[in-house]
DNA sequence: TTGTACGCGTTATCAT
DNA sequence: ATGATAACGCGTACAA
């Protein structure tokens, strides 16, 4: 059955169970005749060494682990691609991990350093406000990455950031609008009342419109539907729709991601308006279905590449004592589509 | 610092170890007042209990894990969530573990399978051919959740699957298109020398054309862009343009994804034709971006909610003795869009 | 080169 | 209700 141990294969062996152990483990001291006995009934056997007991009994491990906040985001899934290959590279294995929504990451975390003898996490996405204190008590170096940019609430020091200035490209994409004659320029997708990503995002807008002195009119405000997941091309469909039958009178709409977007342009297009004729459309993230699309709709595309690498790569500077923890931001990519410009 | 055990809580309380472990473990028989102080001191000493000793002392866990191949396939992160949902309604947590691609999904099962006491395993896609006896030796029921449709070489009384008939489903789409008045259909993506769902889609299409006495041509088989990565929208693009530029004449192309329809209906759209009025453009899958893509995208929707659905209840009724393996087989849903329709 | 014995942190089984 | 102690399965000094 599943029942059997090293001890049994150390019998079956006629061996000691450490002779198993440093087999099993690639030392180098054991005799080739034994080495290959073992490794044999170990085969015939099905033998698998407990990770528990393993974990139990070391302080290293040479792994480190990525804490993904909301399994279903699709624009983790190939970050979390690159940290892995680049993890093994290295010789680390990684541990994927998905953290409930309202879970704390940081008990998750922690316990998972304590399971695993954790060299490192990367957390991917969300992330509450905890104090240094409780920071500082995961007792191993960790990245965080997030879309959204990590302003001074947080520490600087106890652990690194990778982001993406969100305020910033909302500003950038709200400047490209208005230097291409818009000024009536919806935002599609922000509530006001939290503080992520979306409101980072509309600050930038807000603060371009007031730089070029328009008005701010929280008329253009479309928030998401609440009926309707987040971030979704039907949530933006739904929210789009609705607020063309209010019949306020624009000129573009700026959704706060892509999949949205892609929903508002379909809306737009149902209700009998062309783009970017009538109304012209632009998204954030950089989601390939921007560059197929027709019109293909204009975009901030986050580097997730490249965030991905450096993260992996701070990480593991900081773990060898090569370097200290840092918070780099990257910049976001303007790609003009069809959607804005005739 | 992060050494502390439970020994040390129990010191630090001035009572026995295990008094601390029932209290940790909500058993019944601890008195209330030594309860909250150990809850106290354990708060206050951030004291987080080292699972991979709990694992071990343990026979049971209340646990299961999903063993996702390919993490980066975005179909089955939806699955993941209403999994890990049904699971924790039931009083287990999930461990979400992603296979390498050219790892042994059974070897990885096994380890966890020891590691973390589990008591079922749901694999989310890709499963090689394995002996019914290394499968019976995993200990513990398992649900086999794969858009590939399960053949007679799998054996049917050792685990239980979840599944679209790709085959039958490709046939469908097929049969859909040539009742609309195709008989110049092309199909994108197949692979001929794997077999995987790509080959099970290009048997329907070619059991279609064959019932409707249309002549089988393979150079309407149009492979994936070998330069790009699979199942994209890029490389769907790629494939398709390329095809254009031999100018065979079609009236409609079935593309083996949606993300490769997707890419490929650009491509049309670049090319200058129209759809569906040229070229009429199917997918499949059933993504939401066929939704709201104009035109909308004619597709085969897979029901990965209740599959996924499906997958946790027949794994939880196999566990609790209250069913027996079963194989069941969900039905793809024809969705018109405006790509194949005028 | 190989075997013995202890420790890792927790739970479970006994007593008390 | 509570405490001592033996597992749990493995790695690793240490001894041989």
């Known amino acids: 059955m599943a029942k059997i141990t090293i001890k049994d294969i150390a019998k079956m062996c006629g061996v000691g169970v450490s002779t198993v152990s440093r087999t099993l483990n690639g030392h180098p001291d054991v005799n080739p005749e034994t080495r290959a006995k073992i490794l044999e009934t170990v085969e015939k056997m099905n033998y698998v060494p407990n990770n528990s007991a393993r974990n139990l009994g070391r302080n290293d491990s040479a792994s480190i682990a990525i804490l993904v906040k909301g399994a279903s985001n699709t624009l983790f899934s190939s970050m979390i691609s690159t940290i892995e290959y680049d993890a093994k590279e290295r010789g680390y294995s990684v541990v994927l991990h998905s953290v409930g929504f309202y879970e704390d990451e940081i008990d998750v975390a922690r316990e998972l350093v304590k399971e695993k003898r954790l060299r490192g996490i990367i957390f991917l996405g969300g992330f509450s406000l905890h104090s240094d204190e409780k920071l500082k008590e995961l007792g191993v170096p960790f990245v965080l990455v997030t879309t959204g940019y990590v302003t001074e609430r947080f520490s600087r020091n106890v652990y690194s950031t990778v982001s993406v200035d969100d305020a910033a490209e909302g500003e950038k994409m709200t400047n490209y609008l208005i230097k291409t004659g818009h000024r009536k320029i919806a935002i599609l ?12 995002r509309l600050a930038g807008y807000k603060r ?48 706060i991601s892509d999949t949205l977007a892609l929903g508002a342009a379909r809306a737009i ?28 709709i204009t975009t901030i595309r986050q580097p997730l590449y490249d965030m991905a690498k450096e993260s992996a790569r701070i990480l593991f500077d900081v773990i060898d004592k090569k370097g200290e923890h840092m918070h780099e931001v990257f910049p976001g990519e303007l790609i003009i589509g069809e959607s804005t410009e005739v």
């Open 208 to 255: 371009a419109l007031t730089s070029n002195g328009i008005d701010f009119n929280d008329k253009l405000i479309i928030p998401m539907d609440h009926d309707t997941a987040d971030y979704t091309m039907e949530n933006g469909y739904a929210a789009m729709s609705n607020f063309l039958k209010e019949g306020i009178k624009i000129s573009a709409v700026f959704a």
């Open 269 to 296: 297009y149902d209700a009998g308006l062309r783009i970017p004729e009538d109304i012209a459309v632009a998204g954030f993230d950089g989601i390939p279905a921007c560059k197929y699309y027709v019109p293909s």
């Open 189 to 200: 997708g922000p509530d006001p009342h939290d503080n992520s990503v979306g409101s980072l």
